[in-house]
């Protein structure tokens, strides 16, 4: 079955402690983005890669890294320097072509708390 | 300014009702693409429906249709003969032409049916 997948589905950290969310595609997309959602909130975009070894910061990129070594893979991490890290992370993925409907399909999520 | 708006943070409809979630943009772009999601309680994003500025009829999907009205930058969202299953979160969201693939997210709808 094509799709994305993302793990873990819940995930706790300690203050101070660097975290890395795993967003995993199989849907042969070039584009993959992460998105953070707070409570009765809209999404926020974090950070998007449009081709591998290419990605560009979104509205809320502070304290936060990815890396886009293959087309498949989009990790994310949260840093230290994230002052609020809890929320809801999602990641999407979508073709990437320019000048079509192209929507963006989208994880699972991940539910990350901080203690 | 906000570029998508959803005034309506909830809403309750009787079941096998159709109901209309509103959604106004802004952009000042010619071309641009209008979507919509639903988001269940298990968090996932489920795209919907979509709508291209230039095209000329209400895009339907099934229950879904989007009642386009491009003067108005209106784009809201009709659900026919509501189901229970359709309680949820809906967002509206745009993505403008000429950009990259950023997508801009409404702050949602929810949306309760009612037995």
């Known amino acids: 079955d094509g799709g994305i997948t993302q793990s873990p589905k819940y995930l706790f950290r300690k203050e101070g402690q660097n975290v890395t969310l795993s967003c995993e595609q199989n849907?042969?997309?070039?584009?993959m983005y992460w998105y953070r959602q707070d409570p009765g909130q809209g999404l926020r975009l974090i950070y998007y890669?449009?081709?591998?070894?290419?990605?560009q910061k979104g509205d809320i990129a502070e304290g936060y890294s990815v890396s886009r070594e293959k087309k498949e893979s989009f990790p994310l991490t949260v840093t230290s320097a994230q002052k609020n890290p809890t929320a809801f992370y999602l990641c999407?993925?979508?073709?990437?072509?320019?000048?079509?409907?192209?929507?963006?399909?989208f994880g699972p999520g991940t539910r990350l708390t901080v203690l | 300014a906000q570029k998508i708006t959803q005034t309506q943070p909830g809403m309750f409809v009787q079941e096998k009702e159709a109901v209309t979630l509103d959604c106004t943009y802004d952009?000042?772009?010619?071309?641009?693409?209008l979507f919509w999601y639903k988001q269940p309680s298990s968090g996932e994003m489920i795209f919907l429906i979509y709508?291209?500025?230039?095209?000329?009829q209400n895009a339907t999907e099934g229950r879904y249709s989007l009642n386009f009205q491009k003067a108005r930058k209106s784009a809201n969202l009709v659900i026919s003969a509501s189901q229970l299953g359709d309680s949820a979160m809906y967002f509206c969201?745009?993505?403008?032409?000429?950009?990259?693939?950023?997508?801009?997210f409404g702050k949602g709808t929810r949306l309760h049916i009612l037995p």
């Open positions: 999407a993925s979508s073709m990437g072509t320019s000048g079509s409907r192209n929507e963006q399909f």
């Open positions: 849907l042969n997309h070039d584009a």
């Open positions: 890669s449009q081709i591998v070894n290419d990605f």
């Open positions: 952009t000042s772009d010619p071309s641009y693409g």
């Open positions: 709508q291209g500025s230039y095209d000329q």
């Open positions: 969201a745009m993505r403008e032409g000429g950009r990259d693939d950023k997508i801009i």
